[in-house]
């Protein structure tokens, strides 16, 4: 068993005096788990940090085995917001939705492709907004995808603001008026209104249905990571 790819360092975990168990995002063999020998070590650790971009080959004797990594850095997207608090949890937290809600070795070419623009989109100023559509779309791929088109009860595209927490389809101001404190809310910058809506909304719409849908049937919740990101945005 013997493959190359490109990958995005999700974890790196210390195994032993200097190894480490390093999960990747990787384009053609998804998330995928691999020994790095010396990956705890002094070289490796600048290596394999959440979010860098690396070449890896994987080898194992038999398909179901762990297997061992040989990576080289590509490129070392951590590093770049070492004093940037916020895009680091952002990163941090993608790395760790990531990991915890794509299964092992399921291959999600799209993923792959919207966790790089993710990557590049950090280094913009409208990288939060960003994270939220990112979380979107991962949603989507992964089968629970949320219908913000048209109001889920008129029919109507205009003045979408809740989202019913049941279906996860759109709702509009006077459909939904009623319900409105059982509703999520739905930011608009997510359905074409720049700036309108705020981030803390947007994560909370995408953390419901991350938790009810992904996690929640495994017995699991939000990584810590992704709750400390969403701390950052919470009205204060």
Known sequence: MDWADEGIVLSAR????SAAIVTLLTRAHGR????????????GRGVYQPGNRVAAR???RLSEHLGTYVC?????????????????????????????TLPERESHPAVFEAMLALLEAF????????????????????GFGLDLSKCAATGVKDALVYVSPRTGRALSLSAGGRWRDRLLPLPGFLI?????GTVADGLALTGYFL??????????????????????????
């Open 211 to 236: 938790e009810r849908h992904v996690l929640s049937p495994g017995q699991r919740s939000l990584p810590a990571a992704r709750t400390r990101l969403a701390e950052r945005f919470a009205p204060r």
């Open 123 to 142: 280094e913009t100023p409208g990288w939060d907004q960003a994270y939220v559509r990112w979380e979107l779309g991962l949603l989507q791929e992964l």
């Open 58 to 60: 994987w080898r194992a």
């Open 14 to 17: 210390k195994h032993g005096e």
């Open 32 to 43: 995928h788990l691999g020994l790095v020998h010396g990956g705890a070590g002094r070289r």
């Open 192 to 196: 074409g209104q720049p700036g309108a």
């Open 72 to 100: 080289e850095l590509e490129r070392s997207v951590a590093a770049a917001f070492l004093d940037d608090p916020a895009r680091l949890a952002g990163l941090s937290a993608a790395c760790a939705v990531a990991e915890a």
